[in-house]
């Protein structure tokens, strides 16, 4: 069999809803049986019939217990006859069908799963950790429970492997702010992540409703040496914001002393002023002011 005749033969089970008989109409015939027999129960066999309607009577009692199921807010029962699946029921209340329908009851209620810390390599190589937290639930009840073995097991596994695939499609830092990063890209990548997701659970009969990564960070064997990294780019970033503000300081200083003819200064005194004003605003320290009490070209 090809891979997509095998894929075709998985997802051909679809939910398709059904109605079955309210319960409340067996109850009061339930009710009704239960008079019979303990009535009949009272009275002398004198016909020899008698044991023939007792015991027809106890198969009744018993074929209609056996058809009970009740399903509460947020549950359906996907019901089978002979391993065929006939449809689902939705309907919540005390619900009869005949004991050789077989009811299987599931939960469409949201599940919240946190994944395990898992170690995945990114774009560029760099070993990191990542963590997710998804919201999911059932919306197929036939393939949830027909087309995978176990939906919870199987929505556990395919959690970690998209979260593997998205953590090596994306690299974990871009120093140089040019690439969508895992680090700096949070609402896209977690959309990304959303949607793969939805793909590989949708055999599962499984949709998401919302996702987001819970822990993101460096492997600790090069957790060091990076934050060593993202510190000096830090550095260089915040040095080179500070030359640029300093050098606009000294031309807009030179434009406006000139301007107004405060002092004239040669090329020499010039070099000299803009070297001690880019010493002043530059420095890591406060300079201490030297009062020059003679001449400045002395």
Known sequence: MSESSAVAAMTATRENSIKTMSGYPMLLLLFALALIFFFSAGQVPTDPRYGLLMTAIIFAVVFVLAGFFMLQPN????I????????T?????????PPWHWRKRLSIRAQNEISDKIKVNDLRGNPIEMAAQVVWRVHDS???????????AFASVQIEAAVRAIGARYPYDDFEHAEVTLRGNHDQVGEELRGELVKRLAVAGITVDECGFTHLAYAPEIAGAMLRRQQAAAVVAARQTL????????EMAL??????????LDDERRAAMVSNLMVVLCGERDTQPVVNAGSLYQ
């Open 75 to 78: 549950q359906v029962a996907a």
């Open 80 to 87: 089978t006859v002979f391993g065929r699946y006939i449809g």
């Open 89 to 97: 029921e939705r309907r919540v209340g005390l619900h009869w069908v």
């Open 142 to 152: 036939a393939q949830a429970l027909y087309n995978v073995d176990n939906y919870r």
């Open 243 to 250: 030359v640029e503000g300093a050098v606009g300081m000294v």
């Open 255 to 264: 434009e406006q002393l000139s301007a107004k003819q405060v002092v004239e």
